[in-house]
């Protein structure tokens, strides 16, 4: 076996801690909060899409290898626009995403280093990802493995020891709109940002039954870590007059250590979603040839002129964010726009390519269901998108 590729369980420790990564710190306490036990149905909703979503990409990824990713099999289904198109989609949303990542693991940091503002924290793990980042792929999906690993085991045993000591089950459903529950949809679609990007490392695997098997382990996983988590915060014994906090979960079995435990793991998972997505969408940037300088890669296959490219502009949008120009909800908002847009092309990209059955069925589904999501997003961020694609469309037939 070659040292350097990723077998099945590299490959799902590179995938379940990423893809865990800020969405299993900020989603499910956000959530809870805004609808309360009403969140069980936008997380079952959710999980379920996500699920079929894994599968999906998982399949494209397979047909179409390549550090590319599921851009290539657009490019054969729809043309070469289309996939640009997609693929800038794809870089519009890692160009916002990332840095809410950043901001995200940073304030958990805050209160260990007061006197350094959060855009500055940010940089600085920025910094350790870059550094990451130009490690062999082998190697970090190894570490990746043992993170997410740890991660996973401390929230399920967390979610189940409080699940156990619940002494009446009892589920009081709100009442919420269709517009609170599309918008509720739009907020957690970040957990299942993320299987758009593995098909990028798709030749660092020993064959296809390893991105298979580790698309459907991981799917499972991540899956089970957050109906346990949601579980139990909505049938957890805990203070019903105050804003749900994440760290009261863990505090049965951690006790005085939670705080850090908690800002630890959020600063690791945080880390290991700017791997997955920043090498992604470099190895993306550097596929496409845009420029000399964007396709450069180091003797190791490191899309180094790519992530150079990509890390000025996240130091752009840092000092944006210091400046008040742009929030962390801006960030969130305008990444999963995007990230939706470039999932519909992908989806689309399935139903051509895929044989009549279950997956393409799921493909369909998931395109409607999709584009109904994404019509509750920012009304300038949809003007963006929809500029993006009449360009695109026009200039195909010139």
Same mark, same amino acid.
């Given at each position: 076996?070659?040292?350097?590729? *990723?077998?099945?369980?590299?490959?799902?420790?590179?995938?379940?801690?990423?893809?865990? !990564?800020?969405?299993?710190?900020? /989603?499910?306490?956000?959530?809870?909060?805004?609808?309360?036990?009403?969140?069980?149905?936008?997380?079952?909703?959710?999980?379920?899409?996500?699920?079929?979503?894994?599968?999906?990409?998982?399949?494209?990824?397979?047909?179409?290898?390549?550090?590319?990713?599921?851009?290539?099999?657009?490019?054969?289904?729809?043309?070469?626009?289309?996939?640009?198109?997609?693929?800038?989609?794809?870089?519009?949303?890692?160009?916002? !995403?990332?840095?809410?990542?950043?901001?995200?693991?940073?304030?958990? *940091?805050?209160?260990?280093?007061?006197?350094?503002?959060?855009?500055?924290?940010?940089?600085?793990?920025?910094?350790?990802?870059?550094?990451?980042?130009?490690?062999?792929?082998?190697?970090?999906?190894?570490?990746?493995?043992?993170?997410?690993?740890?991660?996973?085991?401390?929230?399920?045993?967390?979610?189940?020891?409080?699940?156990?000591?619940?002494?009446?089950?009892?589920?009081?459903?709100?009442?919420?709109?269709?517009?609170?529950?599309?918008?509720?949809?739009?907020?957690?679609?970040?957990?299942?940002?993320?299987?758009?990007?593995?098909?990028?490392?798709?030749?660092?695997?020993?064959?296809?039954?390893?991105?298979?098997?580790?698309?459907?382990?991981?799917?499972?996983?991540?899956?089970? +870590?957050?109906?346990?988590?949601?579980?139990?915060?909505?049938?957890?014994?805990?203070?019903?007059?105050?804003?749900?906090?994440?760290?009261?979960?863990?505090?049965?079995?951690?006790?005085?250590?939670?705080?850090?435990? *908690?800002?630890?793991?959020?600063?690791?998972?945080?880390?290991?979603?700017?791997?997955?997505?920043?090498?992604?969408?470099?190895?993306?940037?550097?596929?496409?040839?845009?420029?000399?300088?964007?396709?450069?890669?180091?003797?190791?296959?490191?899309?180094? !002129?790519?992530?150079?490219?990509?890390?000025?502009?996240? +130091?752009?949008?840092?000092?944006?964010?210091?400046?008040?120009?742009?929030?962390?909800?801006?960030?969130?908002?305008?990444?999963?726009?995007?990230?939706?847009?470039?999932?519909?092309?992908?989806?689309?990209?399935?139903?051509?390519?895929?044989?009549?059955?279950?997956?393409?069925?799921?493909?369909? *589904? /998931?395109?409607?269901?999709?584009?109904?999501?994404?019509?509750?997003?920012?009304?300038?961020?949809?003007?963006?998108?929809?500029?993006?694609?009449?360009?695109?469309?026009?200039?195909?037939?010139?």
């Amino acid at each position: 076996m070659n040292q350097t590729k *990723l077998n099945t369980f590299t490959l799902s420790g590179l995938i379940i801690g990423p893809i865990l !990564g800020s969405g299993v710190i900020l /989603l499910p306490a956000l959530l809870y909060n805004m609808i309360g036990n009403a969140s069980i149905f936008t997380w079952g909703t959710i999980l379920i899409l996500g699920f079929l979503f894994a599968l999906i990409f998982g399949k494209l990824s397979i047909l179409f290898p390549g550090d590319g990713g599921v851009s290539l099999a657009t490019k054969e289904a729809m043309g070469k626009k289309y996939q640009i198109l997609t693929s800038f989609y794809l870089i519009c949303a890692v160009f916002f !995403g990332p840095v809410a990542v950043l901001i995200i693991a940073a304030k958990f *940091l805050m209160p260990y280093f007061p006197n350094i503002s959060i855009e500055l924290l940010g940089f600085f793990i920025y910094i350790i990802t870059y550094l990451a980042l130009l490690i062999r792929i082998g190697f970090l999906g190894k570490l990746m493995l043992i993170v997410s690993s740890a991660i996973t085991i401390i929230f399920f045993l967390s979610s189940i020891f409080i699940l156990l000591n619940v002494e009446e089950f009892s589920l009081n459903i709100p009442n919420i709109s269709i517009k609170e529950y599309g918008y509720s949809l739009l907020i957690v679609f970040w957990s299942i940002v993320g299987w758009e990007v593995i098909g990028n490392y798709s030749q660092d695997v020993d064959d296809t039954k390893t991105l298979t098997n580790a698309v459907k382990i991981s799917a499972i996983i991540i899956s089970t +870590v957050y109906i346990l988590i949601v579980l139990a915060i909505c049938f957890g014994e805990f203070p019903k007059n105050e804003e749900f906090k994440l760290v009261w979960l863990i505090i049965p079995i951690f006790g005085n250590s939670s705080n850090f435990i *908690l800002a630890s793991v959020s600063v690791i998972l945080c880390i290991g979603t700017l791997i997955l997505f920043v090498g992604g969408v470099s190895r993306l940037i550097s596929s496409l040839n845009l420029t000399k300088y964007t396709s450069t890669v180091t003797t190791k296959k490191v899309p180094i !002129g790519a992530l150079n490219s990509l890390s000025i502009l996240y +130091v752009i949008t840092l000092v944006l964010v210091y400046m008040g120009y742009l929030t962390l909800d801006n960030l969130v908002a305008f990444s999963d726009a995007f990230f939706i847009s470039n999932a519909l092309i992908g989806l689309i990209t399935a139903i051509i390519l895929f044989e009549k059955g279950f997956l393409k069925n799921s493909a369909i *589904l /998931l395109a409607f269901l999709f584009f109904i999501i994404l019509l509750f997003s920012n009304i300038f961020i949809l003007s963006v998108i929809i500029a993006l694609f009449i360009y695109t469309y026009f200039k195909k037939r010139a």
